[in-house]
């Protein structure tokens, strides 16, 4: 059974930063593409990130670039998220997906999904 496992959210004050975890287990992923993305209220769901785990390979939403990085750790079956500079307007309930496509921004192209972790930036 596949599983994605979100941890890391948790308050922060703007400009602050985060490290977002999601541990995956199941099968393996190494064919995989590992999206991050993220919703706030009212709001739909928008795409952050995405690595392929093959190889490292990382695209990011524009708005984010050069703020967030994502990373991977074969050993531990783990990607990460890690946000800096965060702004009020990053606060919304983060969520980890994988899929088969490469690069994908849309969430029906992906397969699997996290339970989310919401991270709640102060002003």
């Known amino acids: 059974q596949v599983q994605l496992v979100e941890s890391g959210g948790g308050l922060v004050q703007a400009g602050g930063s985060l490290r977002l975890s999601c541990a995956a287990s199941?099968?393996?992923?190494?064919?995989?593409?590992m999206g991050w993305f993220r919703q706030a209220p009212g709001k739909e769901r928008e795409f952050v990130g995405g690595i392929r785990w093959r190889d490292g390979t990382t695209y990011y939403k524009n708005s984010v670039k050069g703020r967030f990085t994502i990373s991977r750790d074969n050993a531990k079956n783990t990607v990460y998220l890690r946000m800096d500079s965060l702004k009020p307007e990053d606060m919304a309930v983060y969520y980890c997906a994988a899929g088969v496509n490469f690069p994908s921004i849309k969430g029906d192209e992906y397969d699997y999904w996290g339970q989310g972790t919401q991270v709640t930036v102060s002003s």
């Open positions: 199941g099968r393996t992923f190494s064919n995989y593409v």
